[in-house]
């Protein structure tokens, strides 16, 4: 699976777009594009995911870069229950492969809503 | 619809001794995955099952062992329990075939003295 970057933490006003990049520059054509996060110590929750064009849902937005080597995650208005680590994951779903739906977690970005 | 259940949600072990971590699942997902969290880390993947019969060794198998003789369970087996074994474990499940999003339990945090 290809790894990803994230930055360790950000923050964002509440009410403001929060902006969460991701890099994953070794992505590979059946890989896809997912984004987890994980409140205090819960399961982690999922949060939208895509392959190669835009993706948008009630949560969240995905914008992924043309050449897929990076995206976005932005959560249009930020409160303070999205105060969360959050997870880029590249993951396999090429059928019959040895990873295929495995999710590999990074160290992910601590994102914390202030007032 | 219960989702991803883990049962128990707290254990204290002694050093040596064996417990068993339950997960069940109600969505009929062929794939199951065992996961651990140490401190301020992400997760790491124990073991993964792809379907009734079928498991495998994730990144940190060593000291776990896994049965899956039914699509709704996939228990945890800790075997001579060490002190390296505290952490907190989340059981995962999807389902086969498209690219849908994996669902968690809420862990069980597990502490090994």
């Known amino acids: 699976d290809a790894k990803t970057t994230q930055p360790t933490s950000m923050d964002c006003a509440e009410g403001r777009a929060a902006n969460l990049p991701c890099n994953h520059s070794?992505?590979?054509?059946?890989?896809?594009v997912y984004w987890y996060r994980q409140i205090h110590s819960q399961g982690p929750q999922y949060i939208i995911h895509g392959l190669k064009n835009n993706e948008t849902n009630e949560m969240a937005s995905l914008i992924i870069t043309e050449d897929r080597k990076s995206s976005t995650l932005i959560l249009p208005h930020a409160t303070l229950r999205d105060t969360a680590v959050y997870y880029c994951?590249?993951?396999?779903?090429?059928?019959?492969?040895?990873?295929?739906?495995?999710?590999?977690f990074g160290q992910g970005t601590i994102l914390t809503v202030h007032p | 619809n219960a989702g991803v259940t883990q049962t128990p949600k707290f254990r204290i072990l002694k050093i040596g001794q064996s417990m068993t971590l339950q997960c069940t699942q109600d969505?009929?997902?062929?794939?199951m995955y065992w996961y651990r969290q140490d401190p301020g880390m992400g997760l790491k993947l124990i073991y993964y099952?792809?379907?009734?019969?079928?498991?495998d060794k994730g990144e940190v198998p060593n000291g776990y062992n896994v049965s899956r003789s039914t699509t709704e369970d996939f228990p945890l087996r800790l075997e001579l329990a060490a002190p390296s074994q505290t952490s907190v474990y989340f059981c995962a499940s999807t389902q086969r075939g498209g690219n849908t999003e994996a669902f968690f339990g809420q862990g069980t945090r597990l502490t090994v003295v």
């Open positions: 070794t992505i590979s054509g059946n890989e896809y």
């Open positions: 994951i590249v993951r396999s779903l090429n059928a019959g492969g040895t990873s295929y739906g495995k999710l590999t």
């Open positions: 099952s792809v379907g009734a019969g079928i498991t």
């Open positions: 969505m009929n997902h062929n794939y």
